[in-house]
Every structure is written in C-alpha cells, then in structure tokens.
C-alpha cells in the first residue's frame, strides 16, 4: 500500500527568486534561518498560520508552497 506525504517547495521558491542563500531567503520571508532550513530539508513543516503569511510574501496561492509525494509504508 502507497502513503501519500506532504512535501513543502520552499527550496524551489527561493531558487526560482534567485536567492542564492538560505539567510536572505529567511529574512525575505521573515523567519529564521534555522527553521527555513529544517523545512527545505523537509525535517519539520511549516504551520498553517506561517504557510498563509509566506504565501502573502510570494504572491502564490497556499498550494503552490506544498506537494504531495507518494511513498511506501
């Protein structure tokens, strides 16, 4: 049986602004750098609440910041 996992494209985003590093990325977006890094690494996810603000700063819809993946059990 397939699972499904949520997979957030930060690193795509910052990679399609031209933002060479994970530190303007994060005051770009306002947070972190640390936490930035736990979520292009795809350790931790962003909240909802976080989602919704970095998705005003992009100018994309929320499902534009995730994708779905399938995986194994």
């Known amino acids: 049986m397939r699972a499904l996992a949520l997979r957030n494209r930060l690193k795509y985003w910052r990679h399609k602004l031209q933002?060479?590093?994970?530190k303007e990325f994060a005051e770009f977006l306002g947070v972190?750098?640390?936490m930035l890094s736990r979520w292009e690494?795809?350790?931790?996810?962003?909240?909802?609440?976080?989602?919704?603000?970095?998705?005003?700063?992009l100018g994309c819809h929320?499902?534009?910041l995730f994708e779905w993946i399938e995986g194994s059990e």
Do not use: F, H, M, S
Request: glycine share 0%.
């Open 19 to 22: 933002i060479d590093t994970q």
């Open 32 to 34: 972190k750098q640390q």
């Open 41 to 57: 690494n795809q350790t931790q996810q962003p909240t909802l609440e976080t989602a919704w603000r970095i998705k005003e700063k």
């Open 62 to 64: 929320v499902d534009d």
